[in-house]
């Protein structure tokens, strides 16, 4: 079973940079059968898709995130990571990593992060 | 990129109704779509896959159709369980976007 852990600060500075973590268990992140993913949602708002890496290091990117975001993989911790940079109020968001096999979607996710930008 | 768009926005149900919600997109990718649904304060679930594959553990009473640009999540007998948000999302092309959400509410 894959198991998935957001880890982070939950207070960043506006203009700062947002950091995430997502620990993997029970599937390795060199594995190609998936895309390591992170989703955000505002509070009472609806699933945002921020973007995907695989195992490559390949990425893709929304338009809406793609000059402000990077991701990146740890293969020695079996994790990845998000930064977003250049945050504000409008980047709080209950942060989600996700993943899943490539012919189903998202059937794998942590139980997401919250996050606060603020002074 | 594909944009999703769910209709409607809210769906006010009983007990035991069947519902139907859908999901447009703004261009055709087969049938690489997932259903999910999501209850305040956890992750979203994922229902259905491939557009009407049913996920390992998912009641029966939830089913999905249609490819190309337009789908349906369908609720065969609300319970009382399943008041929650529901969102589709297209995974053909690079993007993952998903559709803004259905609310299923009493």
């Known amino acids: 079973q894959v198991q998935l852990q957001e880890s982070g600060p939950g207070l960043v500075k506006p203009s700062q940079t947002l950091s995430l973590t997502c620990t993997v268990s029970g599937a390795s992140i060199n594995s190609g059968d998936y895309y390591w993913s992170w989703i955000r949602q505002h509070p009472e708002k609806g699933l945002e898709w921020i973007g995907y890496?695989?195992?490559?290091?390949?990425?893709y990117f929304s338009p809406s995130f793609n000059s402000r975001v990077s991701m990146s993989l740890d293969t020695s911790e079996n994790q990845f990571s998000l930064n977003l940079n250049s945050v504000t109020a409008a980047d709080t968001a209950l942060y989600f990593c996700?993943?899943?096999?490539?012919?189903?979607?998202?059937?794998?996710w942590g139980l997401g992060a919250l996050v606060t930008v603020s002074s | 990129d594909i944009q999703m768009t769910q209709s409607p926005s809210t769906l006010s149900a009983s007990i035991g109704d069947r519902v139907t919600m859908t999901c447009r997109a703004s261009q055709s990718f087969g049938n690489w779509l997932a259903w999910y649904q999501q209850k305040p304060g956890k992750a979203p679930k994922l229902l259905i896959y491939k557009a009407s594959t049913l996920e390992s553990g998912v009641p029966s009473r939830f089913s999905g159709s249609g490819s190309g640009t337009e789908f349906t999540l369908t609720i065969s007998a609300l319970q009382p369980d399943d008041f929650a948000t529901y969102y589709c999302?297209?995974?053909?092309?690079?993007?993952?976007?998903f559709g803004q959400g259905t609310k299923v509410e009493i």
């Open positions: 999302q297209q995974y053909k092309s690079y993007s993952r976007a």
């Open positions: 996700a993943t899943g096999a490539l012919y189903k979607g998202f059937n794998y």
């Open positions: 890496i695989r195992n490559s290091g390949n990425t």
